[in-house]
C-alpha cells in the first residue's frame, strides 16, 4: 500500500510538473511574434505608474470574476469553502494557455472530485460560467456601438437592457447551458438549484469586463485617446475581443483573434498605428496580472492550508494513556524480615 500511495505521489508531482511546463509554453507562445518595439512609445518614466495601475486594476476584474465563477458553482448545487473554490478556479483558469482548452476542465474535475463535487456537476458549472462568460461580455462589448455605428447613446440602452432581461429571468440560462449541452455534445447538467446565484454571478462577472477593460482605456489615453470618447470604446472592445477570444477553443488565450478584434475597435478612437500598440500592450498587461494572480493566490491559498493543518495538528488533544500500570513482580520484591 505504501508502494502504491509514493507512486500515486510520483505521479501527481510530474503531472503538476508537465501542467505547469504547458501553461508555461502557451504564454510564451500567446506573447510570441508580437512586435516588441512598438511598445517603446509607451514605455516612459512618466508612464510607468500608469501602467502598473492597469495591472493592478486588471488584477481586480480577475478576483470579480473568480467571484463570479464560485457562484455558479454554487448555483448549480456544489458551494465549497473560499480557498477551495479560487485553487479551482486559477487551476482552471491557467489551462486557457494550453491549446485546445479541455485540460484546465480536466483539471478542475479531478480538483472537484477530491471535495466530493461529481463529474456532472463541474462540466455543469463549466457551461453555466460559459454562457455567463459569453453573455455579460457580449452586453458589455456592445458599448463600442456607438462609435463603430456613429449612432446616438441611445445605442447604450441595449447592453443594459440586455443584462436586466437576463438578472430579472435568470432561468434564461438554465434554457440557454442546455442548448450549449447539445451543442457541445455534453450531458445535460443539473436545473440551476440557486437563480439568485446566477444574478450575483452575472453582476460580478460584468463588474470583471468593466475593471479589466479599464486597462486597455488607461493605454489608450497615454497613447494620445480622448479620456471621455475612449471610455467605452475601450471597455467594450475589452470585453467584446476576449469574448471572441474565448470561443477561438483551439488558439491559447485567443492569441491573434483577440488583437484583431481589440484594433478594430480602438481604430474609432486611435490612429491605426496607435490601436496596435494598445493592442499589444493590453496582450502583455494582461498576461502579466493573470499569471501573477494566480501565482500569488494558489501560493497564499497552499500557505493558509498548510498553517491550518500545523495548527490542527498542534491542537489535538493528547489521549491519556489507556494502559494499566504493569504490576509488581512477585519474584522480584524482597519479602520483609
Known sequence: MSDRQGWRRVLRGALTVAFVAAVAGGVALALRGQQWSTLGRLLRPDTIPWLLGALLITSVGLLCGTRSWMLTLAAVGAPVPAGTGIRMFFVGFLGKFVPGRVWGLLAQIRLGEKVGIGRARMAGTYLVNLVV?????GAVGLLVGPAVL???????????????VLAGWPRVIDALV????????????????????????????????VLSGAHLWI??????????????????????????????????????????????????????????????ASRVLTTLAEVLTAAVALAAVAVRDRTTRAAVVRDRPTRPSTRRPAEPDARLTPTPG
Do not use: C, K, N
Open 178 to 209: 442546455g442548448l450549449a449541452a447539445r451543442v457541445t455534445r455534453r450531458p445535460r447538467p443539473p436545473v440551476l438549484d440557486r437563480p439568485a446565484d446566477v444574478r450575483r454571478s452575472m453582476a460580478w462577472q460584468s463588474l470583471s469586463w
Open 150 to 164: 456613429s449612432s446616438g447613446l441611445a445605442w447604450l440602452l441595449v447592453p443594459v437592457t440586455l443584462l436586466a
Open 219 to 280: 493605454v489608450a489615453v497615454l497613447l494620445g485617446a480622448d479620456a471621455r470618447a475612449a471610455l467605452p470604446v475601450a471597455v467594450g472592445a475589452f470585453a467584446l475581443a476576449t469574448t471572441a477570444g474565448t470561443l477561438a477553443l483551439f488558439v491559447p488565450d485567443g492569441a491573434g483573434v483577440r488583437e484583431v478584434t481589440m484594433v478594430a475597435a480602438l481604430a474609432t478612437v486611435l490612429p491605426l498605428p496607435a490601436a496596435v500598440t494598445a493592442a499589444i
Open 133 to 137: 462568460v459569453l453573455l455579460t461580455g
